[in-house]
Nanobody, 126 residues
């Protein structure tokens, strides 16, 4: 099965930057959805940024637009999230995920994401 491993989390002051990386053990075929999600205790899981593997189209939560950038390096089987101008409310456990089924652009948070990483903690202090 596909395994995803995140890295790059840590502690940073407000206004700082972090780059998260997710490496997949196998190639994720075009048409699948991949994305970054975040969650804090007692809060519903939030989709931060989504990417359509086949086309490269991206979408972002309103709360991170203009500050976060999602990208994929197909050759390295990696998914990245560049985060800048970080705010305390960005503090969360961040996960990368991918679908097994092919949705061909119809990527949403409520799809069945079959593959998940273990998460990497991001803490932003003010």
């Amino acid at each position: 099965q596909v395994q995803l491993v995140e890295s790059g989390g840590g502690s940073v002051q407000a206004g700082g930057s972090l780059r998260l990386s997710c490496v997949a053990s196998q190639y994720i075929v075009g048409g699948a959805c991949m994305g970054w999600f975040r969650q804090t205790p007692g809060k519903e899981r939030e989709g931060v940024a989504l990417l359509v593997t086949g086309s490269g189209a991206t979408s972002y939560a309103d709360s991170v637009k203009g500050r976060f950038t999602i990208s994929r390096d197909s050759a390295k089987n990696s998914l990245n999230l560049q985060m800048s101008s970080l705010k305390p409310e960005d503090t969360a456990m961040y996960y990368c995920a991918a679908t097994r089924m092919l949705y061909f652009g119809n990527c949403r948070l409520d799809l069945t994401y079959d593959y998940w990483g273990q998460g990497t903690q991001v803490t932003v202090s003010s």
